[in-house]
């Protein structure tokens, strides 16, 4: 299995937190203000300079709407879950009534 490292690790949810906050229209200071940060706390997670405790991950993830898989993602290797994150990536592009749909069709194909 390859090394993975916590600079990896770092530069990637750093990458993200910053795009989702963008998305959010969100400013560092902004952002800050509502997880009761510093923005030079939310600057160096940005910039992977510092990495992040798993409650700053929960807390940063609800806020900014990150599901795990999107954070996870490069990191896995596993074949099976890398197919299960494609289909829920597939998902999440769905609007709302399509995936009320989903549930549906789900519910149908267990019973088969």
Known sequence: ????????????????????RVKNNLTQEKLSDELLKSPKTISLI???????????????????????????????????????IKISEKINELPSDKIEALYKIIAILKDL
């Open 46 to 84: 940005e910039t992977a300079q510092n990495g992040t405790s798993k409650k700053t991950d929960i807390d940063l993830m609800n806020f900014l709407g990150i599901t795990p898989n999107i954070l996870y993602k490069d990191f896995i290797t596993n074949p099976e879950i890398k197919e299960k």
């Open 1 to 20: 299995m390859k090394e993975i490292t916590n600079e990896q690790i770092n530069k990637t949810f750093g990458m993200i937190f910053q795009e989702y």
